[in-house]
T-cell receptor
Framework: GEDVEQSLFLSVREGDSSVINCTYT??????LYWYKQEPGAGLQLLTY?????DMKQDQRLTVLLNKKDKHLSLRIADTQTGDSAIYFC???????????FGSGTRLQVQP | GAVVSQHPSWVICKSGTSVKIECRSL??????MFWYRQFPKQSLMLMAT?????????EQGVEKDKFLINHASLTLSTLTVTSAHPEDSSFYIC????????????FGPGTRLTVL
């Protein structure tokens, strides 16, 4: 099955850009996702990218997908203190639809 | 977007009791729902796939007699933690896929279970 890895922690200053990285093993994942989880809360879907795309931009969020290296990244422009949370990347096994989540990256935004 | 609800949002129970958690798709039908478990400061791990009208499919290492799943209708799946123990304390989250686009999962808000 899919194996997804992320760096555990990232600290940035307010106004800077944040880049959260993710690597995965199963190149057959059709979609790759980014979720945000605030303390004690459920998951919020931020964005997703189809596997035949290289990049997707949605307001402050930019997703880059390098299929050759099996690397996915999420860039948050002009990071705000409200962006402080845990960010999970996830992939879906082909045909299965259940998601395999990365370990999560805790983003801390310093004012 | 579609909404998935969970009930209760949190529960505290004594060791040895059973706890039922409900997952409902509020404005769409879900023949399949997924149950995940998240331990503190860890990622979500898939526990089982709930299938309407048939038996659930459990992931390796998940005891099906301990985590009973019933998907009795197209909008409701229940997870019952039987004879709960402190090590079962966790955050349980369900999700349902979008049947139309098949590329989006709708997650419930989660249920925090604490077993004393």
């Amino acid at each position: 099955g899919e194996d997804v890895e992320q760096s555990l922690f990232l600290s940035v200053r307010e106004g800077d850009s944040s880049v959260i990285n993710c690597t995965y093993t199963d190149s057959s994942s059709t979609y790759l996702y980014w979720y945000k989880q605030e303390p004690g809360a459920g998951l919020q879907l931020l964005t997703y990218i189809f596997s035949n795309m290289d990049m997707k931009q949605d307001q402050r969020l930019t997703v880059l997908l390098n299929k050759k290296d099996k690397h996915l990244s999420l860039r948050i422009a002009d990071t705000q203190t409200g962006d402080s949370a845990i960010y999970f990347c996830a992939g879906a096994d082909t045909g299965r639809r259940a998601l395999t989540f990365g370990s999560g990256t805790r983003l801390q935004v310093q004012p | 977007g579609a909404v998935v609800s969970q009930h209760p949002s949190w529960v505290i129970c004594k060791s040895g009791t059973s706890v039922k958690i409900e997952c409902r798709s509020l404005d769409f039908q879900a023949t399949t729902m997924f149950w995940y478990r998240q331990f503190p400061k860890q990622s979500l791990m898939l526990m089982a796939t709930s299938n309407e009208g048939s038996k659930a499919t459990y992931e390796q290492g998940v005891e099906k007699d301990k985590f009973l799943i019933n998907h009795a209708s197209l909008t409701l799946s229940t997870l019952t933690v039987t004879s709960a123990h402190p090590e079962d304390s966790s955050f349980y989250i369900c999700s349902a896929p979008d049947r139309v686009s098949n590329n989006e999962q709708f997650f419930g808000p989660g249920t925090r279970l604490t077993v004393l």
